[in-house]
């Protein structure tokens, strides 16, 4: 592994050399075939009031060499258009994570299980406790007990007990810590990181117990429920994170040793207790996010033959099962938010199939973004399903929803598939719908942080170098 210094020069020509040739001229994932193809540049001019970059950054020229072959460039107008985007985006993007991380350094409140105002059945502090986010007093029961569901109507006594919270804040703030590290090399953020992880998860007086039997608790009950496995979904988020941060000099091997023996205990409760091996059969986005996070633990835990298995078995099955021939996915489209969960069905897709291609591995010789079940399924279908009501604001959705349509994780699924399948209408529909998602950004709704997805896409066009894009 190259040290510090050295990584840094060679990811900045790295990145320079991929966003040049990928962002104008976009890749295309071949279904044979995972390597890249550059497609020519079109010569004709397209009229600026269609949808897409402004002509006259598209436009080239070529040139004879001395051996008689032809040598086709972009003119100096795209040229310097792109250099300037490219470094505007890049550099608003380190700022943010800067800002982010330098939030999250400055937090001096404590993170821990122990907290909680509510004990758990189990009376122990130290295991993690939440309650199930649609489940509400049983009106005709004097005390109310046990709860009923009222699907898609989120009842706020959820957040009564901050354990949950806590949790999606600590992967949040570590991710953000170890990718501001990667771009500055600030020691600060390494620091601030290996103490959250060692409160988390290895403090005896903090630390949480690495198991999630209370986790979705429905008050009447005794135990969790198997939903509440998928709070510790993001999980990948910190993963990610420690990859960058064992860069540093300063990076402590031990909290690295006592964080494996913590996951490695967790996957033992997540494989085979009666909560995590109902999720995992979970049919709907319960159980897709419970096959990534499966993945992400089994390569923190250096078991990547395990994890390639996993993803490929794991892929198939999820399209095969979860997406109609039309791309519907009929198990998110059951739900009364049913636009919210075929958006984040689709990213835990998205991220199998990342996996996949991460892994290097092929379902009947295809990798995961090709894939067609035996009807024709596809994580494309899925995407394309979407997209005429994303264009109309919903309008002809056939599907019970009572949330709305919100844009903004779609057009994120929107980039990534343009970067991945090179197709115009999906770029064409980022053009339309960009406005709503930066309007919801600056209205704060859910999932709508204000920022754009330079990083996310990045990584995609980087062979996955970086995943920090979706849910």
Same mark, same amino acid.
């Given at each position: 592994m190259y040290p510090p210094p050295l990584r840094n020069k060679i990811s900045i020509i790295i990145l320079f050399g991929f966003i040049f040739?990928?962002?104008?001229?976009?890749?295309?994932?071949?279904?044979?075939? =995972?390597?890249?193809?550059?497609?020519?540049?079109?010569?004709?001019?397209?009229?600026?009031?269609?949808?897409?970059?402004?002509?006259?950054?598209?436009?080239?020229?070529?040139?004879?060499?001395?051996?008689?072959?032809?040598?086709?460039?972009?003119?100096?107008?795209?040229?310097? +258009?792109?250099?300037?985007?490219?470094?505007?985006?890049?550099? +608003?993007?380190i700022n943010n994570l800067i800002k982010s991380a330098d939030i999250a350094v400055a937090n001096t409140s404590t993170y821990s299980v122990t907290l909680k105002p509510q004990l758990p059945p189990s009376n122990d502090p130290h295991d993690y406790l939440s309650l199930s986010r649609y489940y509400w007093p049983d009106p005709n029961k004097p005390d109310g007990l046990p709860?009923?569901?009222? *699907?898609?109507? =989120?009842?706020?006594?959820?957040?009564?007990?901050?354990?949950?919270?806590?949790?999606?804040?600590?992967?949040?703030?570590?991710? *953000?810590?170890?990718?501001?590290?990667?771009? +500055?090399?600030?020691?600060?953020?390494?620091?601030?990181?290996?103490?959250?992880?060692?409160?988390?998860?290895?403090?005896?007086?903090t630390k949480m117990n690495p198991n999630l039997n209370y986790a979705g608790l429905k008050k009447g009950e005794l135990t969790g429920a198997h939903t509440g496995v998928l709070d510790f979904h993001q999980v990948f988020r910190m993963f990610q994170a420690i990859t960058l941060l064992r860069f540093s000099p300063l990076w402590d091997q031990s909290i690295d040793a006592g964080l494996r023996e913590w996951m490695s205990e967790y996957y033992i409760w997540f494989s085979t207790s009666k909560l995590g091996r109902i999720e995992g059969k979970a049919v709907n986005n319960h159980g897709t996010f419970?096959?990534?996070?499966?993945?992400?633990?089994?390569?923190?835990?250096?078991?990547?033959?395990?994890?390639?298995?996993?993803?490929?078995?794991?892929?198939?099955?999820?399209? *095969?099962?979860?997406?109609?021939?039309?791309?519907?996915?009929?198990?998110?489209?059951?739900?009364?938010?049913?636009?919210?969960?075929?958006?984040?069905?689709?990213q835990g897709l998205f991220m199998l199939a990342e996996r996949c291609d991460h892994f290097g591995c092929k379902i009947k010789g295809r990798n995961g973004w090709n894939y067609e079940g035996p009807k024709k399924q596809s994580i494309q279908r899925a995407v394309d399903f979407l997209l005429p009501f994303a264009l109309s604001g919903g309008e002809g959705w056939p599907r019970k929803n009572i949330k709305g349509f919100e844009m903004n994780d779609y057009v994120k699924i929107l980039e990534l598939s343009y970067i991945i399948y090179d197709e115009e209408k999906y770029l064409e529909a980022v053009e339309e719908l960009r406005p709503?998602?930066?309007?919801?950004?600056?209205?704060?709704?859910?999932?709508?942080?204000?920022? *754009?997805?330079?990083?996310?896409?990045?990584?995609?066009?980087?062979?996955?170098?970086?995943?920090?894009?979706?849910?």
């Open positions: 040739f990928f962002i104008l001229w976009p890749i295309r994932y071949q279904s044979q075939s =995972p390597l890249y193809v550059i497609p020519s540049i079109t010569k004709g001019a397209k009229s600026n009031s269609e949808p897409g970059p402004n002509i006259d950054a598209l436009r080239s020229t070529i040139l004879t060499d001395m051996s008689g072959n032809q040598k086709e460039y972009l003119n100096s107008k795209g040229y310097i +258009t792109f250099l300037s985007i490219f470094k505007k985006q890049h550099q +608003t993007m709860y009923i569901r009222k *699907d898609g109507y =989120p009842n706020p006594e959820f957040f009564s007990i901050a354990d949950y919270i806590l949790l999606r804040k600590l992967f949040r703030e570590i991710h *953000d810590m170890g990718f501001a590290y990667y771009f +500055t090399q600030n020691e600060t953020y390494v620091k601030k990181s290996m103490y959250r992880l060692k409160e988390w998860f290895l403090d005896e007086q419970y096959d990534v996070q499966a993945i992400f633990l089994l390569e923190y835990l250096g078991r990547n033959d395990e994890a390639k298995e996993y993803t490929q078995i794991s892929l198939k099955n999820r399209i *095969d099962h979860g997406i109609l021939p039309s791309g519907e996915q009929p198990h998110e489209t059951a739900r009364p938010t049913s636009w919210f969960y075929s958006i984040f069905n689709l709503q998602s930066k309007a919801e950004q600056a209205a704060g709704m859910r999932s709508a942080k204000w920022e *754009d997805n330079y990083l996310c896409n990045l990584a995609m066009m980087t062979n996955r170098m970086l995943w920090t894009c979706l849910q």
